[in-house]
Every structure is written in structure tokens, then in C-alpha cells.
């Protein structure tokens, strides 16, 4: 099984920067992409958004409204996940979870969530 602990979050202004991290342990050998996602204030768990995913090969997708704004990436090292994040808006006050896609046993699928950690954009 993968466990996933996020830190970062806080009060940021509108226009500032600030890196999610997301500290992954267990057997990451079954994991085969990683992301981060939002959930809006009012939102259901169902409806959290993909902000950005990288594969275990290294390829990254990001959704359109924050494409050249931020950039995930990862240290294998330390078996770690990061989300920098530039010029932010308010309206991407959120709560932001990590995620793990991957496979157990025989390869059937299985996801795991971090607890998520509260960003608050003052505007």
C-alpha cells in the first residue's frame, strides 16, 4: 500500500507563489502516475479537479487554467511529489490533495489520497 502526507498549504495574496509537497511512502514500485488535485469550497469529494499529473515515466499534464502558471515534479530520491505554484488567483482557494494511480496484487487498480492541505488566496 502507498501512503500519501501533504504539506505547504496556508494564506497566500492574490499574485504570489507558494510549493505543495507530498511525501509519499510505501510500494511506490506499484505506482504508475501521480497528481494533484483540488477540491473548491462547496465542492463534493467527487467533483475535485485534476490541477496536474506526472506519469512514472516522466510526463506531465496540467489543466488549461493553469498551464505556465504551475509545475509538478518529483524527487524520486526522497520519494517526494511537488506542485510549484506561480501568480496565483483567488479563486483557486482550495483544499489540494495528492494522489497515486497504480496497481496491486494480480495489476488491478488502485487509487490512494493524501488528507489534503488547505490553501487560502487572500485577493
Known amino acids: 500500500q502507498v501512503q500519501l502526507k501533504e504539506s505547504g498549504g496556508g494564506l497566500v495574496q492574490a499574485g504570489g507563489s507558494l510549493r505543495l509537497s507530498c511525501a509519499a511512502t510505501?510500494?511506490?514500485?506499484?505506482?504508475?502516475?501521480m497528481a494533484w488535485y483540488r477540491q473548491s469550497p462547496g465542492k463534493r469529494r467527487e467533483e475535485r479537479a485534476l490541477v496536474a499529473a506526472i506519469t512514472s515515466d516522466g510526463n506531465t499534464n496540467y489543466a488549461d487554467s493553469v498551464k505556465d502558471r504551475f509545475s509538478i515534479f518529483e524527487n524520486r530520491t526522497k520519494n517526494a511529489l511537488f506542485l510549484q505554484r506561480n501568480s496565483l488567483r483567488a479563486e483557486e482557494t482550495a483544499v489540494y490533495y495528492c494522489?497515486?494511480?497504480?496497481?496491486?496484487?494480480?495489476?488491478?487498480?488502485?487509487?490512494?489520497w493524501g488528507r489534503g492541505t488547505q490553501v487560502t488566496i487572500s485577493a
Open positions: 510505501g510500494n511506490l514500485a506499484s505506482v504508475n502516475q
Open positions: 494522489n497515486a494511480e497504480g496497481t496491486i496484487g494480480a495489476g488491478a487498480p488502485v487509487t490512494t
